[in-house]
């Protein structure tokens, strides 16, 4: 199975022609939203660029990024749906830009299911074996065994119609797994699901991965997916790549303020243009941090910064800062505090117990306590520091 490298890859989709079948209002719709993109080229739209990443075999990376952002355009150039307009695309160092699709041994789920309506579930999954004539007595086996691990062992006489949302979708993983493809690369694939089927296919989505070990690409914009099923993240925004890392690291270090928000439920508190000191102390909630001779480096004199923490890294106590609860939320395991301090909007995390959500009550006066070494630092560009 092959290691995916794309090298400076660049994709741009040609400006959508206006003319004749658009009323003059319309015309002007669309060309006005084209300009609107935040990359365009004489060309088109820009939907990726100097884009570099290499993806190492039976690795589960997730890519991450609001909508528009490029995540099924990167999909698409990998599988070879779409030729990079500058660029380069390896597998294992075979240089991959010109080899067509079907060639490429990669397969794709994506969110709108897209299954054969008029077959069976087993007729469905066992297609891309019989393509490739492979014995009846061999693939019924095969068949079997994906739907015992996706739990569809019972539906396979099942027409798709008459399947949940749910199921439909493990149809198409199971469809796609079944060629035991070098790659599979899912495109926002639970999307369309309730949170409930959401948590138990993305368990079900692990233990596929470790039972295959196939490389995954699971592309989403839904960072709590991300979070919870990669060991590698890989945001976009605007086409240009973000940030590369570790899950860890995506979480605990963003690179910058994009990042920092996009990452992280509740989203990250940020308190803007916090002046430095001559020595490099800034003041946040009361509790002073110094910023390293590093940090100081990268900020020109008289620059403020911007500083976040998450609401887990904030604690209510007894003594610290005042702060006034206004309201509490229990999401999922935990208690999520809304509280304002010098008039500003913060959210504080606790772990909930039972009975936690009567803890606190509208306008309580409470203190704010902060672990500084969890403070993260941005300069005015947005860049950590
Ligand atoms: P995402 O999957 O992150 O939502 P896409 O890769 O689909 O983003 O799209 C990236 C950008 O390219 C968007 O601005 C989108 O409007 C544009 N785009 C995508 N596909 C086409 C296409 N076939 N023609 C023109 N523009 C496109
Ligand atoms: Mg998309």
Do not use: W
Not at 284 to 311: C, E, F, P, W
């Amino acid at each position: 199975m092959p290691e995916i490298k794309l090298v400076d890859v660049a994709m741009i989709y040609p400006f959508q022609k206006v003319s004749g079948i658009f009323n003059r209002k319309q015309q002007e719709l669309i060309l006005q939203q084209q300009k609107k993109m935040p990359y365009t080229s004489n060309e088109g739209v820009i939907a990726l660029q100097h884009f570099n990443a290499t993806i190492s075999d039976g690795e589960f990376v997730a890519v991450l990024g609001p909508s528009g952002s490029g995540k099924s355009t990167l999909l698409r150039v990998i599988a070879g749906l779409e030729r990079p307009v500058a660029g380069d695309l390896y597998f294992d160092d075979r240089d991959y830009k010109f080899v067509p699709a079907a060639e490429r041994d990669c397969a794709m789920v994506f969110q709108n299911f897209s299954l054969y309506p008029n077959q069976t579930v087993y007729k469905n999954i066992s297609f891309p074996l019989e393509v490739k004539h492979v014995p009846r007595e061999e693939i019924q086996p095969e068949v079997r065994k994906i739907a015992e691990l996706l739990n569809l062992d019972t539906k396979l006489d099942r027409m798709p119609q008459d399947l949940s949302g749910g199921e439909k979708q493990r149809v198409a993983i199971a469809r796609a797994l079944i060629k035991k493809p070098a790659v599979l690369l899912l495109d926002e694939p639970f999307s369309n699901l309730d949170p409930l089927m959401r948590a138990r296919l993305r368990t079900q989505l692990k233990e596929l991965h470790q039972v295959y070990k196939t490389t995954f690409i699971y592309v989403t914009h839904d960072q709590y997916d991300a979070l919870s099923l990669a060991d590698r993240i890989i945001i976009l925004k605007d086409g240009i790549l973000q940030m590369d890392d570790t899950t860890a690291n995506v979480y605990n270090y963003p690179v910058n303020r994009f990042c920092a928000e996009f990452v992280g439920s509740p989203a990250m508190n940020f308190f803007e243009d916090i002046p430095v000191s001559k020595t490099g102390t800034i003041t946040i909630l009361g509790h002073n941090y110094q910023l390293s001779k590093a940090q100081m480096k990268k900020i020109r004199k008289d620059d403020t910064v911007d500083v976040g923490i998450r609401g887990y890294d904030i604690a209510i106590s007894n003594n610290g800062y005042p702060a006034k609860v206004e309201y509490t939320e229990v999401i999922e395991s935990d208690l999520v505090i809304h509280v304002i301090a010098d008039e500003k909007k913060l959210t504080v995390v606790e772990k909930a117990a039972d009975g936690d959500s009567l803890k606190y009550f509208r306008d309580q006066d409470i203190h704010l306590n902060i672990d500084t070494d969890r403070l993260h630092v941005f300069d005015q560009d947005g860049s950590r520091l």
